[in-house]
C-alpha cells in the first residue's frame, strides 16, 4: 500500500492545506516581483470594464457577502475610496477558468457549448467541496480571500482540466502549481497605488478567518473583471452529484 493510500483523508486534508498556505504565500511573492503574471493589473476604470471571461463560479449566498463588506469591504473603503469594490451581489469563486480575462474575445457559441459538456459530465462524478476561509490574498492590483481547499477539490479540477482539453477548450490560465489547487474570492481591485493607511489596515486583516464555503452547485458563465451582473450571462447551471 502506497503511503499517499495509508494516510487517512484528515491527514492527507492537513497535507494539502498546509501546501496551499505555502502556495499562497509563494504566489504573492512572485507577483510582487512580477515573475508570476495570472492576475489583473490596476486599471483607472474597473465599473465600465467590458474584457470579457468564460468561467465556472459560484456567486456568495447573501450572508457571506454581508460578512465580507461588513467586515473588510466597508472600513477598507472607508480609508481609500478611489479603489473598487466588488458589489455584494457580484461577490464569487472560480471553480473552474475556461478562458481567462482578455481585451480579445477568445471564444464563441463552440467553446460554450464544449465546455458545457464537459462541466456537466464533471458534476456528475463528484459530490460538494468545502473552503476555509482563512487570511487575504494581496496581489499587485487586488484583495481576495484565501479559499483553502479539501483534497477532493483538487480531484475535481483536474477531472474537469481534463475534460475541458479534451472538449478542445482547455483552460488557459496558468497555475503557480497543477496539482494543488486552491480558490479566492475577489472582493477589491485597485484603481491606483493604495494608500499607506490602506495597505497598514490590510497587514492588519491579513491573518483573519471568515468562516467555510460550500459548494453544491456552480454556473457556467460569461462575465467581466468585476463579475458585473449587467455584463454576466450564465449559460447553464450544474448541481454536484451529492446535492442531488
Not at 483607472?44 to 470594464?49: K, L, S
Not at 481609500?80 to 482578455?102: C, I, P, W
Not at 484565501?146 to 488557459?172: H, N, Q, Y
Request: with cysteine; aromatic share 12%.
Amino acid at each position: 500500500m502506497s503511503q499517499s493510500m495509508a494516510l487517512s483523508y484528515a491527514e492527507r486534508a492537513e497535507r494539502y492545506r498546509r501546501r496551499q498556505l505555502e502556495l499562497f504565500d509563494l504566489l504573492e511573492e512572485k507577483a510582487s516581483r512580477g515573475e508570476f503574471g495570472s492576475f489583473i493589473p490596476i486599471a483607472e476604470n474597473f465599473a465600465d470594464d467590458n474584457r470579457t471571461s468564460l468561467a465556472a463560479i459560484k456567486f456568495l449566498p447573501q450572508s457571506l457577502s454581508e460578512k465580507i463588506w461588513r467586515e473588510l469591504s466597508s472600513p477598507l473603503q472607508d480609508l481609500d475610496g478611489y479603489q473598487f469594490f466588488f458589489a455584494r451581489e457580484s461577490l464569487h469563486m472560480t471553480v473552474q477558468n475556461v478562458r481567462k480575462v482578455s481585451d480579445v474575445l477568445n471564444f464563441g457559441a463552440k467553446e460554450i457549448d464544449s465546455a458545457r459538456e464537459a462541466l456537466r459530465k464533471s458534476a456528475q462524478q463528484f459530490g460538494t467541496f468545502k473552503f476555509s476561509l482563512e487570511g487575504l490574498l494581496i496581489m499587485p492590483g487586488s484583495v481576495a480571500i484565501r479559499a483553502i481547499a479539501e483534497p477532493r477539490f483538487g480531484e475535481f479540477s483536474r477531472f474537469v482540466r481534463d475534460e475541458l482539453k479534451g472538449a478542445g477548450v482547455a483552460d488557459d490560465k496558468p497555475y503557480i502549481d497543477d496539482d494543488v489547487i486552491f480558490g479566492n474570492i475577489t472582493f477589491c481591485r485597485f484603481t491606483k497605488e493604495p494608500s499607506v493607511s490602506f495597505r497598514a489596515k490590510l497587514r492588519e486583516l491579513k491573518g483573519e478567518t471568515f468562516g467555510t464555503m460550500e459548494i453544491d452547485s456552480f454556473a457556467l458563465a460569461t462575465t467581466n473583471a468585476i463579475c458585473d451582473l449587467n455584463k454576466t450571462v450564465e449559460h447553464e447551471s450544474f448541481v454536484l452529484l451529492g446535492s442531488r
